[in-house]
C-alpha cells in the first residue's frame, strides 16, 4: 500500500519494535521528539522498526520522559533498493569516515564495513560515531531501514568475507590503465554488490597481491584520482545507476 500521507511533513523516529494500539517512546528519540521539535498532542509522526515498513502513530500525552503515540495506520517503505550494495572502506582523517558513512546512507548502501589498510592514517575510529551518522541520515533521507556498520576490520580480512557477492568492485587508482571500468563488471541484475574503497594514500602492492590472489580484479573510477570519501560515494552513486536503481 502506497502512503496516503505528506511525509515530508512527518517526522521519522526510529524504534526497536511498534505496539498497537498505542506505545510509548522515550530516551534519545522522545527528547528529539519533545525537547528538539517541540511536538505537541495531535501531531503525527512515522515510526520505523527496521523492518522495511513505515508505522504511522498520533501523540496523545506527554509526560516528562516520554510520549504516548497511538497507531493510525502503516505501510511499505518504497525507497529502500532492491540491491544490496555493501561498502568497504578504509578509515580516513578527520570527519570524512563520518561523511562518507552519511552520504552512503543517503544513497541506498545496506551494510558499510570500515577497514585499516596498510597506509591508513587513522588506526581507530568510535563505531557509535558512525552508527549515528548513519541513523541520523536514514531519518533525513526517508529510509526505513538504518545501515549495518560494522566494527572496524584489517583489510587482510576482506577477501574472505566477499563470499556471496554477485560482483565485486575493487576500486583501485592504478588500474586505469589495465582495469575494468565499473560498467564492465556491474550488470543490472545483480542483487549483492561489494564496493571496496581504500585510504587517502590508496592500496599498496602487498594489498592489490592479495586481493588479485584471491581472484579479484582491480577496477577504475576513471582518469582522475579521486579522494578517499569522494570514491566511495561516487563508486556507490554509480553502480546505483548501473543496476538500474535509479531508474
Known amino acids: 500500500m502506497a502512503s496516503v500521507y505528506d511525509e515530508k511533513e512527518l517526522r521519522r523516529f526510529f524504534v526497536d519494535k511498534t505496539e498497537k494500539p498505542t506505545m510509548r517512546v522515550t530516551g534519545n528519540e522522545y527528547k528529539h521528539l519533545a525537547e528538539v521539535l517541540r511536538a505537541r498532542v495531535g501531531d503525527k509522526i512515522i515510526l520505523c522498526p527496521n523492518d522495511g515498513r513505515d508505522y504511522v502513530y498520533e501523540a496523545v500525552a506527554f509526560d516528562k520522559s516520554s510520549v504516548t503515540l497511538s497507531y493510525i495506520d ?18 580516513l582523517k578527520g570527519d570524512k569516515t563520518e561523511f562518507a558513512v552519511q552520504k552512503l546512507t543517503e ?18 575510529e568510535k563505531s557509535d560515531r558512525l552508527r549515528r551518522a548513519a541513523h541520523e541520515a536514514s531519518k533525513q533521507c526517508g529510509r526505513a531501514i538504518i ?97 538500474g536503481e535509479w531508474e
Not at 502503516?74 to 572502506?89: A, C, G, I, Q
Not at 544513497?107 to 581507530?124: D, M, Q, W
Open 74 to 91: 502503516d505501510y511499505e517503505n518504497d525507497t529502500e533498493p532492491r540491491l544490496n550494495l555493501s561498502v568497504f572502506l578504509s578509515l
Open 147 to 243: 545501515p549495518e556498520v560494522f566494527e572496524t576490520i584489517k583489510f587482510a580480512d576482506v577477501p574472505h568475507m566477499l563470499d556471496g557477492y554477485d560482483t565485486v568492485v575493487f576500486a583501485y587508482e592504478g588500474a586505469y590503465a589495465t582495469g575494468k571500468r565499473l560498467g564492465d563488471v556491474v550488470r543490472k541484475n545483480d542483487k549483492n554488490i561489494a564496493l571496496i574503497v581504500g585510504p587517502e594514500g590508496g592500496f599498496s602492492e602487498a594489498e592489490v597481491g592479495i586481493m588479485t590472489d584471491n581472484g579479484y580484479t582491480s577496477v577504475t573510477l576513471g582518469k582522475r584520482i579521486l579522494r578517499a570519501e569522494t570514491a566511495s560515494v561516487a563508486g556507490a552513486a554509480v553502480i546505483m545507476q548501473l543496476a
Open 107 to 124: 544513497l541506498g548502501v545496506k551494510k558499510i564495513f570500515p577497514f585499516i589498510g596498510e597506509y591508513t592514517v587513522r588506526n581507530s
